[in-house]
């Protein structure tokens, strides 16, 4: 099957850790990988944001990158780049019209719309995953979201148009229906973990205290990074580590922020801020942790607490979005409530205090991680979706059905 990945903001060959780059960049280039080894030819497609890009890159995992030109060839946040969707759409729809795919598969709101656009001239179905909704985001966040007016209406608008919804967790099938998107046409397909990469053996980086707490993401208020430190100050034997943002982390405001918190607490010698941290690095930091906490205010999916999990480490984590659908509680680690620091470091004592029960924990993520949440069940998965959307139209050989 000839899919047709479409991911304006968020390549694939995207270093992690800054403002636009983090979750859905994995995604997009795991699942493609993973399509790929089931013998299908994926294509993904992402904006040119620099001028020195090649206008197709060939990876190593199987599947080509191409980089589009919408708008000026450098960085822009993402919630600038609505004005150059119709620049993306007209090119897809060209490209399309000389290699037409089987299937196109966007990711996040402004690709669903230069996809939807192109796809109507060309005639090709399309499945869509949002990543986030501008409904909860407009929500948690009010008057300081920073997404386009538009983008709520589009959202509904793709709900309608797209011939089938791949949603990453049921907090979001509920949300969807509120918005008015019919039940039978979403399928539920979650985020996954590449369980070679993450993995209980391996090398682990050495801690400065008795227990260490690890937390991951970009450096944003929602990920809740600063109810973490307020609860490092009930937790006096153990250290919190930081990892994302720039590799100069000290010049990012919003470390020096929690830095300054961190201050103001008592804590900060026990707070380290470790930047960005690259991909082969991470899982021997994710290993030297006691515990894994992801607590932001909300999260559509959350990819950290699965590697965290493959790394046989139990997980504090905040009862919203995706996370409830991963993370167990009292099973593979705790849920707590968002943006609580009380109850968070009542979580996090309840693990650190438990070496038998954190064993267990981890062991039991190890567990759900392998069953439910490789990348290899996840193509899987997402294949039968494409099944659905091209039944009854002829597709290129490939893949395992």
Same mark, same amino acid.
């Given at each position: 099957?000839?899919?047709?990945?479409?991911?304006?903001?968020?390549?694939?060959?995207?270093?992690?850790?800054?403002?636009?780059?983090?979750?859905?960049?994995?995604?997009?280039?795991?699942?493609?990988?993973?399509?790929?080894?089931?013998?299908?030819?994926?294509?993904?497609?992402?904006?040119?944001?620099?001028?020195?890009?090649?206008?197709?890159?060939?990876?190593?995992?199987?599947?080509?990158?191409?980089?589009? %030109?919408?708008?000026?060839?450098?960085?822009?946040?993402?919630?600038?780049?609505? %004005?150059?969707?119709?620049?993306?759409?007209?090119?897809?729809?060209?490209?399309?019209?000389?290699?037409?795919?089987?299937?196109?598969?966007?990711?996040?709101?402004?690709?669903?719309?230069?996809?939807?656009?192109?796809?109507?001239?060309?005639?090709?179905?399309?499945?869509?995953?949002?990543?986030?909704?501008?409904?909860?985001?407009?929500?948690?966040?009010?008057?300081?979201?920073?997404?386009?007016?538009?983008?709520?209406?589009?959202?509904?608008?793709?709900?309608?148009?797209?011939?089938?919804?791949?949603?990453?967790?049921?907090?979001?099938?509920?949300?969807?229906?509120?918005?008015?998107?019919?039940?039978?046409?979403?399928?539920?397909?979650?985020?996954?973990?590449?369980?070679?990469?993450?993995?209980?053996?391996?090398?682990?980086?050495?801690?400065?205290?008795?227990?260490?707490?690890?937390?991951?993401?970009?450096?944003?208020?929602?990920?809740?990074?600063?109810?973490?430190?307020?609860?490092?100050?009930?937790?006096?034997?153990?250290?919190?580590?930081?990892?994302?943002?720039?590799?100069?982390?000290?010049?990012?405001?919003?470390?020096?922020?929690?830095?300054?918190?961190?201050?103001?607490?008592?804590?900060?010698?026990?707070?380290?801020?470790?930047?960005?941290?690259?991909?082969?690095?991470?899982?021997?930091?994710?290993?030297?942790?006691?515990?894994?906490?992801? @607590?932001?205010?909300?999260?559509?999916?959350?990819?950290?607490?699965?590697?965290?999990?493959?790394?046989?480490?139990?997980?504090?984590?905040?009862?919203?979005?995706?996370?409830?659908?991963?993370?167990?509680?009292? @099973?593979?680690?705790?849920?707590? %409530? %968002?943006?609580?620091?009380?109850?968070?470091?009542?979580?996090?004592?309840?693990?650190?205090?438990?070496?038998?029960?954190?064993?267990?924990?981890?062991?039991?993520?190890?567990?759900?991680?392998?069953?439910?949440?490789?990348?290899?069940?996840?193509?899987?998965?997402?294949?039968?979706?494409?099944?659905?959307?091209?039944?009854?139209?002829?597709?290129? @050989?490939?893949?395992?059905?």
């Amino acid at each position: 099957m000839r899919i047709a990945m479409v991911s304006e903001h968020a390549s694939p060959l995207a270093v992690l850790g800054g403002v636009d780059a983090g979750g859905q960049n994995v995604h997009v280039a795991a699942l493609s990988a993973a399509l790929g080894a089931l013998g299908h030819d994926v294509v993904v497609y992402t904006r040119r944001d620099d001028p020195e890009l090649p206008d197709r890159v060939r990876t190593e995992q199987g599947y080509d990158v191409v980089h589009v %030109p919408a708008g000026p060839a450098q960085a822009m946040p993402k919630d600038h780049l609505l %004005p150059h969707m119709g620049d993306f759409a007209r090119f897809l729809e060209q490209q399309w019209y000389d290699e037409r795919p089987d299937v196109v598969h966007s990711h996040f709101w402004m690709s669903g719309l230069a996809a939807v656009l192109a796809a109507r001239k060309v005639g090709v179905p399309v499945v869509h995953t949002y990543h986030a909704l501008g409904t909860v985001k407009r929500h948690h966040q009010g008057a300081d979201d920073t997404s386009p007016a538009e983008r709520i209406g589009i959202e509904r608008m793709l709900g309608r148009e797209v011939d089938r919804i791949a949603a990453t967790c049921g907090d979001e099938v509920t949300e969807l229906m509120r918005m008015g998107v019919q039940r039978s046409r979403i399928s539920v397909v979650p985020c996954g973990v590449d369980p070679t990469r993450f993995r209980p053996e391996g090398p682990t980086d050495r801690r400065r205290y008795p227990h260490r707490i690890v937390s991951v993401g970009r450096l944003v208020p929602r990920k809740g990074f600063q109810d973490l430190i307020t609860a490092l100050r009930s937790l006096p034997d153990a250290e919190l580590v930081i990892a994302g943002g720039p590799v100069e982390v000290d010049t990012d405001p919003e470390a020096r922020r929690l830095a300054a918190h961190a201050e103001r607490l008592g804590v900060r010698n026990r707070l380290w801020l470790a930047g960005q941290v690259s991909r082969d690095a991470m899982p021997a930091l994710l290993r030297s942790a006691d515990v894994v906490a992801c @607590v932001p205010w909300y999260e559509p999916f959350g990819i950290v607490p699965l590697e965290a999990m493959a790394c046989g480490v139990p997980v504090v984590a905040s009862a919203v979005g995706g996370l409830i659908d991963t993370v167990v509680h009292g @099973v593979t680690g705790v849920l707590v %409530p %968002p943006r609580d620091p009380a109850a968070l470091a009542r979580g996090l004592h309840s693990l650190l205090a438990d070496d038998s029960r954190r064993e267990a924990c981890g062991m039991a993520g190890l567990d759900r991680v392998g069953v439910r949440y490789t990348w290899d069940r996840i193509a899987e998965d997402t294949e039968r979706v494409y099944e659905r959307v091209t039944v009854g139209q002829a597709v290129a @050989v490939g893949g395992t059905r």
